[in-house]
Nanobody, 128 residues
Framework: QVQLVESGGGLVQAGGSLRLSCVAS????????MAWFRQAPGKEREFVAA????????SHADSVKGRFTISRTNAANTVYLQMNSLKPEDTAVYYC?????????????????????WGRGTQVTVSS
């Protein structure tokens, strides 16, 4: 059974930085695409970033490009989201997700329904 546990959220002022982590267990980590999504109150869950199994290919939503960076350390079963220049509109619960297609090398998935495994989320609040 795949388990994903996020950490690193918190309260930060606009312009500040946070680094989110997601530790995976239950299966070999290095074979799977990993992604971050977020959901603000009253809004749908939206794609933030994804990284392929090897870490070579990444994708970031336009709203976070140049500010957020996804990365992974397969030896530590961990995916990260470095968030810089945070804005109040980045306030949301951030979720880690993974798919069921090992060694996938196609275009990275950006739809939440394409990811069957999810963590419980970590709250990020950016004050103005």
């Amino acid at each position: 059974q795949v388990q994903l546990v996020e950490s690193g959220g918190g309260l930060v002022q606009a312009g500040g930085s946070l680094r989110l982590s997601c530790v995976a267990s239950g299966r070999a980590f290095s074979a799977w695409t990993m992604a971050w999504f977020r959901q603000a109150p009253g809004k749908e869950r939206e794609f933030v970033a994804a990284i392929n199994w090897s870490g070579v290919t990444t994708s970031h939503a336009d709203s976070v490009k140049g500010r957020f960076t996804i990365s992974r350390t397969n030896a530590a079963n961990t995916v990260y989201l470095q968030m810089n220049s945070l804005k109040p509109e980045d306030t949301a619960v951030y979720y880690c997700a993974t798919d069921n297609r090992p060694w996938y090398s196609g275009s990275l998935l950006t739809k939440s329904y394409e990811y069957p495994h999810w963590g419980r989320g970590t709250q990020v609040t950016v004050s103005s």
